[in-house]
């Protein structure tokens, strides 16, 4: 199996654009990638939470909700 290379640093949007143009992406490390969901859409009211919680609800690491 060959070596796979780590993924570059990049200091602007330009760069990555090329980079995913341009680059063999098979020639990769994709093993220490994450799913991550982004919100598109602005919230219609503000979102506050008690010092510590998160707003989201989100459960974390340790699977509770806040």
Do not use: I
Not at 43 to 55: M, V, W
């Amino acid at each position: 199996m060959r070596k796979l290379k780590p993924w570059p640093v990049f200091k602007t949007d330009e760069e990555a654009e090329k980079f995913v143009e341009e680059a063999d992406l098979s020639e990769y490390d994709f093993s220490a990638m994450r799913p991550v969901q982004f919100e598109f859409e602005e919230k219609t009211a503000p979102q506050y939470a008690p010092a510590g919680k998160p707003a989201c609800g989100h459960q974390g690491r340790g699977g509770k909700a806040a």
